[in-house]
């Protein structure tokens, strides 16, 4: 933080919960009260990001330490946060940066700061125009947060990397580029407990330990769900030992090229957590995208739904969650379960990125909070040999079945649930 005071680029890498946003923000605070600039940026990877957590930041962000001295308001469309400064009112901007048309959104403004969290998941073209968007600046400043990712990622090579090379090279000067790297363990208002609830949410064998608390930049190797693989008969139950179920939620992949069809079942059964998630059965139906059949998948969901209700009496199934790329399979399967007196709701499934998706499988793993019914061996075989491919990419040439596997996500707290598909 003391280095950031006369740095231009600093850099926060590390480990989740390090205090990484928090450094900057107070420091990027601090100089706002003289900066000779009018306008500054404040940006995430989306809008409700930056102001979650640089204009809150845990009750430690910009309207904290502002207090009455700063107000959110709009300026020329955009999400603003005005502030009375030493100096002045003070103008900041915030905004995402992570779709690719994102920079259209701060153009026509210079900016003497830039603070940006998350700033790998920014588009590149928003980073260059966030760049160029300050070269006019009185006093360039720029601050930046990240959690690693992989070692050849665009961040590095375009930016992080280049700079420090700079710097080694004396092509600039040490004070350009102010980088800084942490660890959970470095932050010390988490205390011992805590830090061992985290801790424990993880499987030391993952990218993602060493990632979110180590801090280190690593390459996705090898199994994606190695705890699941090394046992996988920890995790495979009877149908007769399920236990009490609240509501069921199907997922379904449509195939596409050579990939297959597939149905999900997984149970939701309330715990200490919020819900803990047992698979009960699966449906593979064979065909591509220009083979699909859609008369054929109406009826195997229909018949797929009769074999649940016989298999689980009185518990409900709440969604049915469809790839959303293919509209028209979605609207003739709704339109069918209608006519047979189906209660469950057909609605698009939520895509998250996919490093998101794997790393909340893996969570669930490792918590014991996902179960699979023995007979669905597919998804059982899908995830055992599940592989990392270049660039943090799952697998996809044929060797493995991530059809089955394909995990997306859906809030295990309150009302909405999710699927394995």
Same mark, same amino acid.
């Given at each position: 933080?003391?280095?950031?005071?006369?740095?231009?680029?600093?850099?926060?890498?590390?480990?989740? /919960?390090?205090?990484? !946003?928090?450094?900057?923000?107070?420091?990027?605070?601090?100089?706002?009260? =003289?900066?000779?600039?009018?306008?500054?940026?404040?940006?995430? *990877?989306?809008?409700?990001?930056?102001?979650? =957590?640089?204009?809150?930041?845990?009750?430690?962000?910009?309207?904290?330490?502002?207090?009455?001295?700063?107000?959110?308001?709009?300026?020329?469309?955009?999400?603003?946060?005005?502030?009375?400064?030493?100096?002045?009112?003070?103008?900041?901007?915030?905004?995402?940066?992570?779709?690719? @048309?994102?920079?259209?959104?701060?153009?026509?403004?210079? $900016?003497?700061?830039?603070?940006?969290?998350?700033?790998?998941?920014? *588009?590149?073209?928003? &980073?260059?125009?966030?760049?160029?968007?300050?070269?006019?600046? #009185?006093?360039?400043?720029?601050?930046?947060?990240?959690?690693?990712?992989?070692?050849?990622?665009?961040?590095?090579?375009?930016?992080? @990397?280049?700079?420090?090379?700079?710097?080694? *090279?004396?092509?600039?000067?040490?004070?350009?580029?102010? $980088?800084?790297?942490?660890?959970?363990?470095?932050?010390?208002?988490?205390?011992?407990?805590?830090?061992?609830?985290?801790?424990?949410?993880?499987?030391?064998?993952?990218?993602?330990?060493? #990632?979110? &608390?180590?801090? %280190?930049?690593?390459?996705?190797?090898?199994?994606? $769900?190695?705890?699941?693989?090394?046992?996988?008969?920890?995790?495979?139950?009877?149908?007769?030992?399920?236990?009490?179920?609240?509501?069921?939620?199907?997922?379904?992949?449509?195939?596409? =090229?050579?990939?297959?069809?597939?149905?999900?079942?997984?149970?939701?059964?309330?715990?200490? %957590?919020?819900?803990?998630?047992?698979?009960?059965?699966?449906?593979?139906?064979?065909?591509?995208?220009? @083979?699909?059949?859609?008369?054929? &998948?109406? /009826?195997?969901?229909?018949?797929?739904?009769?074999?649940?209700?016989?298999?689980?009496?009185?518990?409900?199934?709440?969604?049915?969650?469809?790839?959303?790329?293919?509209?028209?399979?979605?609207?003739?399967?709704?339109?069918?379960?209608?006519?047979?007196?189906?209660?469950?709701?057909?609605?698009?499934?939520?895509?998250?990125?996919?490093?998101?998706?794997?790393?909340?499988?893996? /969570?669930?793993? &490792?918590?014991?909070?996902?179960?699979?019914?023995?007979?669905?061996?597919?998804?059982?075989?899908?995830?055992?040999?599940?592989?990392?491919?270049?660039?943090?990419?799952?697998?996809?040439?044929? !060797?493995? @079945?991530?059809?089955?596997?394909?995990?997306?996500? #859906?809030?295990? #707290?309150?009302?909405?649930?999710?699927?394995?598909?």
């Amino acid at each position: 933080m003391s280095r950031a005071y006369s740095s231009v680029i600093n850099v926060a890498e590390g480990a989740v /919960r390090a205090g990484k !946003t928090v450094d900057n923000v107070f420091v990027f605070a601090a100089l706002l009260e =003289n900066s000779p600039d009018k306008f500054h940026l404040a940006t995430g *990877s989306t809008l409700g990001n930056a102001k979650l =957590n640089i204009g809150d930041c845990n009750g430690l962000g910009l309207e904290h330490i502002f207090g009455k001295r700063c107000r959110w308001t709009k300026y020329r469309g955009n999400d603003a946060m005005a502030v009375r400064t030493k100096s002045g009112e003070r103008i900041i901007i915030f905004a995402g940066g992570k779709n690719s @048309d994102s920079y259209k959104r701060i153009r026509g403004n210079s $900016y003497g700061m830039w603070i940006a969290t998350e700033i790998n998941l920014h *588009s590149p073209a928003f &980073i260059e125009e966030a760049l160029n968007r300050q070269l006019a600046a #009185r006093d360039r400043r720029i601050f930046w947060d990240l959690n690693p990712c992989a070692p050849k990622s665009a961040i590095y090579t375009a930016h992080l @990397d280049r700079y420090a090379e700079a710097v080694k *090279s004396g092509e600039v000067s040490e004070s350009f580029y102010n $980088y800084a790297h942490f660890t959970i363990f470095d932050n010390p208002t988490i205390s011992e407990k805590r830090l061992g609830e985290i801790i424990a949410q993880y499987d030391k064998s993952t990218i993602w330990y060493r #990632r979110d &608390i180590l801090g %280190e930049r690593c390459a996705a190797e090898g199994l994606i $769900y190695r705890s699941f693989a090394d046992s996988p008969d920890e995790y495979m139950t009877d149908a007769d030992d399920v236990g009490c179920l609240d509501f069921i939620n199907i997922g379904v992949d449509f195939g596409g =090229n050579r990939s297959k069809t597939t149905y999900v079942a997984v149970g939701f059964s309330r715990c200490a %957590e919020g819900y803990s998630l047992t698979v009960l059965d699966e449906c593979v139906i064979d065909g591509g995208k220009g @083979d699909i059949d859609p008369t054929k &998948i109406e /009826r195997e969901m229909g018949e797929f739904l009769m074999k649940l209700r016989e298999k689980y009496p009185g518990v409900s199934v709440r969604y049915i969650f469809a790839d959303c790329e293919a509209q028209y399979l979605i609207n003739g399967l709704r339109k069918h379960l209608k006519r047979l007196g189906e209660t469950a709701v057909v609605s698009d499934c939520a895509k998250k990125p996919i490093l998101d998706r794997i790393s909340f499988v893996n /969570r669930l793993i &490792i918590r014991k909070r996902l179960k699979i019914v023995k007979t669905c061996t597919h998804l059982r075989d899908g995830l055992c040999t599940a592989l990392w491919g270049e660039n943090d990419r799952r697998l996809d040439n044929f !060797t493995s @079945d991530i059809d089955m596997a394909r995990p997306e996500r #859906r809030k295990l #707290r309150g009302k909405a649930g999710g699927a394995l598909t």
